[in-house]
């Protein structure tokens, strides 16, 4: 069975930190892995990554992928209070068809 | 503009009484989904559907059924709901299949069964 694992579970910081979130994945066939971010409705994508080692870039989130070890990192530098949300990871596979979550992590900066 | 709709995005239901959540896309993709999400246990994949007339079962699908008679809409049908099914659905559709791009995801219903 397919399985992603996010963590931390949750996570305070303040305004101007710098977080690191990560996932870890075992997915038979492995496609593609996303991150989404979900404030008070529905999850909005941020990245997808298929190739190891190459850093995907969006303003002040970085995300990179690890297929050895099967992991990914989400990176948030200089964080805001519009940076609180649930960061969701998902995996899929090969056949296109299944895209496993993770649980997510909670993250609220405080001012 | 691009968009999943869902309807109603909150509904309040006893147990028993057959419902169905509409979703539809405006996009032309082959692919859509609906998800639940609980608490801790992020979003959890009930059905999906590769293209007209063709669906399969995720890996939460007992007491959901779907149907996909047209492209653009994939509604999720509960039969006989029961307590256990409260939760927040999301149908989402996308280009290239599970993770082949991004997905867009509807607003989001949230049920409630007494």
């Known amino acids: 069975e397919d399985k992603v694992v996010q963590s931390p579970l949750s996570l305070v910081v303040h305004e101007g930190d710098t977080v690191t979130l990560n996932c870890s994945y075992e997915v038979t066939n492995f496609r593609s892995l996303l991150w989404y971010k979900q404030e008070k409705k529905a999850p909005t994508f941020l990245f997808m990554l298929t190739s190891s080692g190459i850093e995907k870039k969006s303003g002040r989130l970085s995300s990179i992928l690890d297929k050895k070890e099967l992991s990914s990192i989400l990176n948030i530098t200089a964080t805001q209070t519009g940076d609180s949300a649930i960061y969701l990871c998902?995996?899929?596979?090969?056949?296109?068809?299944?895209?496993?979550f993770g649980g997510g992590t909670r993250l609220m900066v405080k001012p | 503009e691009a968009q999943v709709t869902q309807n109603p995005r909150y509904l309040i239901t006893v147990t028993g009484k057959k419902l169905t959540v509409t979703c539809s896309q405006n996009m032309n993709h082959e692919y859509m989904s609906w998800y639940r999400q609980d608490p801790g246990l992020g979003l959890r994949q009930i059905y999906y559907s590769m293209n007209v007339e063709v669906t399969d079962k995720g890996d939460v699908p007992e007491g959901y059924k779907v149907s996909r008679k047209e492209k653009r809409n994939f509604p999720l049908i509960l039969e006989s709901p029961s307590p256990n099914q409260t939760s927040l659905y999301f149908c989402?559709?996308?280009?290239?299949?599970?993770?082949?791009?991004?997905?867009?995801f509807g607003q989001g219903t949230r049920l409630t069964v007494v």
């Open positions: 998902a995996a899929s596979n090969n056949a296109g068809n299944m895209l496993t």
């Open positions: 989402a559709s996308s280009s290239q299949g599970a993770g082949g791009t991004e997905a867009f």
